[in-house]
């Protein structure tokens, strides 16, 4: 059981990664269409580029969405209207006419008179009833047909405008008593019959909406059928009208013939195929070129979960509406990359990516191209990302590429340019102005994945940032060879094409240590008083080795990133403090060399390997008496031969070839740093 949890705990990062790896191809698999893959690829209005195309199967043609749509208005539009109807109203609506007819109206009245107001009266109610009283109003169509049923039995069809509505009964009234010329008594008939009318016809809503679906329910989705062997499209032809909607059809009836149950389980293996070899490329390129990154498990996360976020976006957009696919940035994905690590993983992480979408897209040969060129394009422009001015500049020339493309490939399908869709560059701005977006991401990404770019580094490089006025204040002279071993960095990795802005930045802070105890470090001693005079070897050396180990407790405090903390670890690497051993084996000659070794760990980049030599020759050089050329060049072949002597360069990934370039560097900078002028007559 031991042995099994050692093997585990020796191989947890290999296994993690191969745990990351299948969860990413079931995830992307997932996000795939399910339906089989239509092998043509067709737009409407543009030429069939294919052989010709005979039908393979008998299968119907599908209406089109218009047609459906079009086809459902018309059965709404026309549908009937079913009312409830209370014949038993109208009888005693007038039954309570004939008893409040005396009362309202006064013996007073001539009989003749009398007679013509209760004939007028129930002439009112006949009008009222004929067709019924709607218990409240709607809005229905005029034209509508009504079917009142009378105990759900068929009674009556009239037009919707022959019901009265609430609001029109005064005015049934005053038209039935202008006809009978008693206009006089408008006001008290309409007071009358407010105290007696009641609605009859009530809106049967359920049976409506039960007869309208069930019209809905009968509308055939298709029109025709194709019959096996029929040419569908010869090649050259426009695909437009009947014979897109049959190729459409086709499609349709291929996708849902293809992806069945007998054969679903082999197109989701032969799916998970692909995109696990897709996959396994990326791992195995970063594998073999990029060591470094493929050990970190935190950057093969961020990799894949970047490549997952496009193919979710890309599968969200395809989903909404396929011709939107451009608004998606894909380009972010090479600048993320090239932001965080460098231009060939970001081009070749970007290339699996598109092969990827290639799956979900129509048309996917145009958009594998035009992806692929914007991608390469966007890896050859963008440089020094943290300049704002480059970002736009390069946003642009994606842009323009995207267009230029997109224009040749429609002209190479129309054969003209009368046809061209000029809305689709719009997308193609919309999809630059989304590239920007790629600043706030960089972030975002520092935050969640703990990575650097060069965005923050150029923050760090600020020489008036809290820590470093803080390194200028309590140890200026500290600061002082900070800033020298800064430039000599730089110089040197511009020379052999190391990361310049990196390791400017990690020179800035490899000796912030120094302020626990600065006046014990040379630079900083003001006066001839040394407090290591009062001090054993051994006592001085733990002080000085311990500045390294300050310094990483005060990069953690002030949370600067595990790569810039990594220059401070590994500056000495695992040397000696040799100057105190030397003192203290001339007191005790069984010294351990050990107790006066840096703990290290040695270089294990090009940039930490740097450092290293230019923060050794710098703090040397200043010991130079009288420095000449010769000299010069004899310091700093010296103490770089002894430090590959001592094996300190190991680890890093730095050749011969490479170390005999930064020493040039070096006799250069230092020849001019020392350079003499002629003493000027007084």
């Not at 109003?137 to 049923?149: C, M, P």
Request: proline share 3%; net charge neutral; glycine share 4%.
């Amino acid at each position: 059981m031991r042995d099994f949890i050692n093997k585990f705990y020796k191989h947890h990062s290999l296994i993690y990664k191969g745990i990351l790896f299948i969860c990413s191809t079931v995830l992307i698999v997932y996000l795939f269409p399910k339906s089989g893959k239509f092998k043509y690829n067709f737009e409407k209005g543009k030429p069939w580029q294919s052989e010709n195309l005979y039908a393979p199967f008998n299968f119907a043609i599908k209406k089109t969405v218009d047609e459906l749509k079009l086809e459902e208005k018309t059965i709404r539009d026309n549908a009937f209207l079913y009312f409830n109807i209370d014949n038993t109203i109208e009888a005693k609506i007038r039954e309570s006419f004939e008893s409040r007819f005396d009362k309202t109206f006064s013996d007073s009245i001539l009989k003749v008179e009398r007679t013509k107001l209760f004939k007028a009266g129930e002439t009112i109610i006949t009008e009222l009833y004929q067709f019924g009283v709607l218990s409240e109003d709607y809005e229905f169509s005029e034209t509508k047909v009504a079917i009142l049923l009378d105990n759900r039995v068929k009674q009556d069809k009239i037009f919707f405008s022959n019901l009265i509505q609430q609001d029109e009964v005064v005015l049934v009234i005053e038209k039935t008593l202008l006809n009978w010329k008693l206009s006089n008594y408008k006001n008290t008939f309409i007071s009358l019959f407010f105290d007696i009318v009641e609605p009859n016809v009530f809106f049967d809503k359920s049976t409506t909406d039960k007869v309208l679906q069930e019209a809905l329910d009968k509308i055939v989705p298709t029109r025709g059928s194709v019959e096996k062997g029929t040419l569908i499209i010869s090649k050259g032809e426009v695909i437009e009208g009947d014979k897109y909607q049959k190729l459409k059809s086709l499609q349709s009836e291929y996708k849902s013939q293809v992806w069945n149950k007998s054969n679903y389980v082999w197109i989701l293996f032969a799916y998970t195929l692909l995109v696990a070899l897709a996959l396994l490329m990326l791992l195995l390129f970063i594998k073999n070129y990029r060591p470094h990154i493929f050990e970190n498990n935190t950057k093969v996360t961020f990799i894949l979960f970047n490549v997952l976020l496009m193919v979710f976006l890309t599968t969200i957009v395809v989903n909404y509406n396929s011709e939107y696919i451009y608004v998606v940035p894909i380009c972010i994905l090479p600048l993320v990359f090239k932001a965080f690590f460098d231009a060939r993983l970001g081009l070749f992480a970007h290339v699996i990516t598109v092969l990827l979408l290639g799956f979900i897209v129509p048309n996917s040969y145009e958009y594998m191209f035009l992806q692929i060129i914007a991608g390469i394009v966007t890896i050859l422009t963008v440089s020094e990302l943290y300049k704002r001015a480059n970002l736009f500049i390069s946003v642009g020339q994606i842009t323009l590429i995207y267009i230029v493309a997109y224009f040749a490939f429609f002209v190479i399908h129309e054969g003209t340019v009368e046809n061209m869709e000029w809305e689709v560059f719009i997308w193609f701005i919309l999809c630059g102005l989304a590239t920007l977006f790629v600043q706030p991401l960089i972030y975002a990404y520092e935050k969640l994945f703990g990575l650097v770019s060069d965005v923050s580094l150029l923050e760090l490089s600020d020489t008036n940032s809290k820590l470093l006025k803080e390194l200028s204040n309590k140890a200026p002279g500290t600061f002082h060879h900070s800033l020298n071993v800064a430039n000599l960095a730089e110089s040197c990795a511009n020379e052999i094409g190391a990361n310049a802005m990196l390791i400017r930045v990690g020179a800035l802070y490899h000796d912030i240590g120094k302020m626990q105890n600065p006046t014990y470090f040379t630079e900083n001693q003001l006066t001839s008083l040394n407090p290591h005079d009062e001090l054993s070897g051994r006592e001085s050396a733990k002080i000085i080795i311990n500045h390294v180990i300050d310094g990483i407790e005060i990069a953690r405090k002030n949370k600067l990133p595990d790569r810039i903390i990594d220059f401070i670890r590994t500056h000495h690497g695992t040397t000696a403090v040799y100057y105190f051993y030397k003192k203290e084996k001339d007191l005790d000659n069984e010294v351990d060399k050990i107790d006066f070794c840096y703990p290290g760990p040695k270089p294990f980049s090009k940039e930490t390997a740097i450092l290293m030599m230019c923060d050794s020759v710098e703090a040397a050089s200043k010991s130079i008496k009288d420095p000449t050329s010769t000299k010069i060049n004899d310091f700093v072949e010296k103490i770089i031969n002894k430090q590959i002597k001592e094996d300190q360069f190991l680890n890093a990934d730095i050749t011969f070839k490479e170390i005999e370039s930064i020493k040039k560097v070096l006799k250069y900078k230092l020849a001019n740093i020392y350079h003499l002028r002629i003493e000027y007559p007084e």
